[in-house]
């Protein structure tokens, strides 16, 4: 093995770690670009059957998926989805435009119980589905709420 002095000097080395997460059936997701100079094919969209050049692969199976697909539930959302919860009194909760839940106290119906957040939460349990849940205010803005 010829000994060598030579180098490559970097200045300036940066780089992005690759995004991962688990999904919601526990499988590890990474993020992933195709090295067209590593002869790497281009991947497929397992749900669109989209080509892609970069995307998420499924690293307990393989699947590739759109950006687009993935959705980020850590990304702070910003307006309430169809699914989601919307509440404008914390004891009316609509849900695909229609009342899904109502949270008042046993003996009054104008007052929100103390465990309004508990009984949503109680509400998604039973669906096992989990989406965000929203205050609109009378001005129309909206704030997610922390449920727990
Ligand atoms: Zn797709």
Redesign the pocket.
Known sequence: MNATNERVILSDVSGIARKSGTDQHGNRWVEFEVDYQAEQEPGE??????E?ES?WVCLDGGDE??E??VENIDAEATEPLEEDYTTTDHIHWYQYGKLALTTAEHNDPHTSADNAYAMVTAHMDVAKFWPNAWFVSDHGNTHLIQLN
């Open positions: 969209c397992c749900l669109c059957g989209a892609l995307g998926c759109c687009k697909h």
